[in-house]
């Protein structure tokens, strides 16, 4: 089984920037596509960010392309994402995905974290 565990998030002002992580407890985690989702409180989950299983091919939600960097360290088991520019909108429990690799980009997604909160206010 895969397991995955977010963490990072936190209370931040409009502009700021948080990273944040996701460590995955698995055999052969460069065999997968990770991905970032999101919901925000009274609304369906969206889908953020997407990573290929080399690094080399990303995916990105129009709401947060040029603000948002997903990437990953095979070596540690590890994908993150790098949120600047931060906006009220962004406010959310965010959560880690891992599928097949040939379900990069969209999905579907199999596996998934259990989430970290993310708040953004002035």
């Known amino acids: 089984q895969v397991r995955l565990a977010e963490s990072g998030g936190r209370l931040v002002q409009i502009g700021g920037s948080l990273r944040l992580s996701c460590e995955a407890s698995?055999?052969?985690?460069?065999?997968?596509?990770m991905a970032w989702f999101r919901q925000a409180p009274g609304k369906e989950r969206d889908h953020v960010a997407s990573?290929?299983?080399?690094?080399?091919?990303?995916y990105y939600a129009e709401s947060v392309k040029g603000r948002f960097t997903i990437s990953r360290d095979n070596t540690k088991n590890m994908v993150f994402l790098q949120m600047n520019s931060l906006k009220p909108e962004d406010t959310a429990d965010y959560y880690c995905?891992?599928?097949?690799?040939?379900?990069?980009?969209?999905?579907?997604?199999?596996?998934w974290g259990q989430g970290t909160q993310v708040t953004v206010s002035s």
């Open positions: 990573i290929s299983v080399t690094g080399a091919d990303t």
């Open positions: 995905a891992a599928g097949l690799s040939r379900q990069y980009p969209r999905g579907p997604y199999d596996y």
């Open positions: 698995v055999r052969t985690f460069s065999n997968y596509a």
